[in-house]
């Protein structure tokens, strides 16, 4: 998994200011490049439509991590229903869910975070469930697929580390 925050210049904000040809750094708004990807090739110009779409996501992303972290499911469940990719975003908080129990002060604190792990691996599942009766095939790319929005990772990878280390 690469890191999906970084200060080198390739970054988000110097890939930011490199987009939008602008020394001092742009707004969001201005992002015309790929922001999660590593692309070395600057000739062609990219949609400013999808990468508005693009900074969305990273915003939806960052946002939606702050929410897990800070405990605020709720929050964390809207901005899931917003995204595109929902089931790596799922497992990715089930995850730390089920970290956070490990440290948890009492047995209320651990139980109310083991079921708001359940119900975050159980949104992935029921997701993928459906994508399956939909297109088996469409659903098996889906697990394995590369998510360079969460550093290059599959669900199938989130969902193994997760078995793994219970």
Not at 71 to 82: C, F
Request: neutral net charge.
């Amino acid at each position: 998994m690469k890191s999906i925050y970084t200060s080198s210049p390739t970054g988000i904000l110097g890939r930011i200011q490199r987009c939008c040809r602008c020394p001092q750094g742009g707004r969001v708004s201005d992002s015309r490049a790929h922001l999660y990807r590593d692309d070395s090739d600057d000739s062609e110009t990219p949609d400013p439509d999808e990468a508005e779409k693009e900074v969305r996501e990273l915003i939806y992303r960052d946002l939606f991590f702050w929410s897990i972290l800070t405990n605020r499911i709720e929050m964390a469940k809207v901005l899931i229903s917003h995204m595109q990719t929902r089931i790596c975003p799922a497992l990715i908080a089930s995850k730390i869910l089920k970290s956070y129990q490990k440290v948890a002060s009492d047995n209320e604190s651990k139980d109310e975070l083991c079921s708001q792990a359940d119900q975050f691996e159980e949104y992935a599942n029921e997701l993928l469930k459906r994508c399956y009766n939909s297109d088996e095939e469409i659903a098996c790319e889906i697990a394995i697929r590369r998510i360079y929005l969460f550093g290059g990772v599959s669900c199938l990878q989130v969902k193994i580390l997760k078995i793994n280390k219970k």
